[in-house]
């Protein structure tokens, strides 16, 4: 009982130790916005736009063929809220984060801030497994546009994996430069 104990233990620290958070970036464009996020290297890129919401993948496991990762980011992108669920951006990305607080375990919020085009609200939780940092962004002076960033791995990686998270929150999510004439 002991030897198998033991055993779990070692298996349990080798795993969370093997996985170092990444040393190298590159930048990743996020098509078909031109915006840009630092990119682990070995990393995997994916995108699924679906009519008004743009959804971008990056994550240490390849999801072809819409397989589950464990540790990564995704930002979805809504836009014409107002239309699609019949309320402002702002009280979307409000209620949304209404319903978590009452679902999961939350960790830490941090209030409203202002980034220029966008607002920006964050939710940390842990859920089941996971752990999970939402960052939550309206469009400023009335912009119909939601942003949902989720940037999360499994409780026992989170540690290795934060320093990732936090290079990767400084995305830039359209290139203005492309829409300007």
């Known amino acids: 009982m002991i030897k198998a104990l033991t055993a779990a ?38 995108e ?13 496991e390849d999801t072809t063929g819409n397989r589950p990762y464990t540790t990564g980011v995704r930002i979805q992108t809504f ?18 984060v209404g319903t978590k607080k009452k679902e999961v375990k939350v960790l830490k ?8 085009l966008f607002t920006r609200v964050c939710l940390e939780t842990e859920e089941g497994p996971y752990h999970i940092l939402y960052s939550l ?9 939601a942003v949902v960033s989720i940037a999360g791995t499994s409780k026992n990686l989170w540690d290795n994996y934060a320093s990732t998270f936090d290079k990767m929150s400084t995305f830039e999510l359209i290139d203005m430069n492309r829409f300007q004439k």
């Open 79 to 96: 836009v014409g809220v107002k239309q699609g669920a019949g309320k402002t951006a702002k009280e979307f990305i409000l209620d949304f």
């Open 109 to 116: 919020t941090c209030d409203e801030t202002s980034q220029g």
């Open 48 to 60: 699924g736009h679906q009519g008004s919401v743009y959804t971008w993948t990056l994550s240490r």
């Open 137 to 145: 962004f309206w469009g400023s002076n009335g912009m119909d546009v």
């Open 9 to 46: 233990f070692l298996l349990i620290s080798c795993s969370t130790f093997a996985q170092k958070p990444p040393s190298e970036f590159e930048t990743q464009v996020l098509e078909p916005t031109g915006g840009k996020i630092p990119r682990p290297k070995d990393w995997f890129y994916a």
